[in-house]
């Protein structure tokens, strides 16, 4: 069964930084591009980063740009969310996803899906 | 920059009823288009693919049509457990991918 369990959320003061982290199991994790997604309490889905299956292409929201640096570590199948500069606008449940097929690299559909990690940005 | 809008915000129906949503493209996004149905609590699933195919083990009552700026989810016979909110989600163009979303509510 496809897994993905995201952890390292949490609640953070205005310019702080968290680094969230999800792990994956039961696909070739090395396979597939991934993607973090967002939604803030009671709102809409918003794509946040994507990388591809070896962390040469990489992309960013441009709510995001600058400040959030998305990695991967295929040894330990595992994604990353660097977050720095922190603003009450990134609170948001921050889900990953992978990429629906291993072709198009993360610009793509998404499936499976976490559950998530909670992020609050508040002083 | 490509955006999705989808219509109604809000469709009330009964059980056994026919839902019929709505997404539309500021540009043309092809046949590439997908619908993902989110239930209170839970992640999204991926319910439609490349307009109108099915994602595995989504029921037949689903099902998707549309090419280029206008795209359609119909559940031909709303089940109790279909009521949620469902997101279109283009993957033409980057970095905007979402729809705002459609809540299916019990009339």
């Known amino acids: 069964e496809m897994q993905l369990v995201e952890s390292g959320g949490g609640v953070v003061r205005p310019g702080g930084s968290l680094r969230l982290s999800c792990a994956a199991s039961?696909?070739?994790?090395?396979?597939?591009?991934m993607n973090w997604v967002r939604q803030a309490p009671g709102k809409g889905l918003e794509w946040v980063s994507g990388i591809n299956w070896n962390g040469g292409s990489t992309g960013y929201a441009d709510s995001v740009k600058g400040r959030f640096t998305i990695s991967r570590d295929n040894a330990k199948n595992s994604l990353y969310l660097q977050m720095n500069s922190l603003r009450a606008e990134d609170t948001a449940l921050y889900r990953c996803?992978?990429?629906?097929?291993?072709?198009?690299?993360?610009?793509?559909?998404?499936?499976?899906w976490g559950q998530g990690t909670l992020v609050t940005v508040s002083s | 920059e490509i955006v999705l809008t989808q219509s109604p915000a809000t469709l009330s129906l009964s059980p056994g009823e026919r839902a019929t949503l709505s997404c539309r493209a500021s540009q043309s996004v092809g046949s590439y288009l997908a619908w993902y149905q989110q239930k209170p609590g839970q992640a999204p699933r991926l319910l439609i693919y490349d307009a109108s195919n099915r994602a595995t083990g989504i029921p037949a009552r689903f099902s998707g049509s549309g090419s280029g700026t206008d795209f359609t989810l119909t559940i031909s016979s709303l089940e109790p457990e279909d009521f949620a909110v469902y997101y279109c989600q283009q993957r033409s163009s980057w970095p905007r991918a979402f729809g705002q979303g459609t809540k299916v509510e019990i009339k």
């Open positions: 039961g696909f070739t994790f090395d396979d597939y591009g």
């Open positions: 996803a992978r990429a629906f097929d291993d072709i198009s690299g993360y610009k793509n559909y998404f499936d499976p």
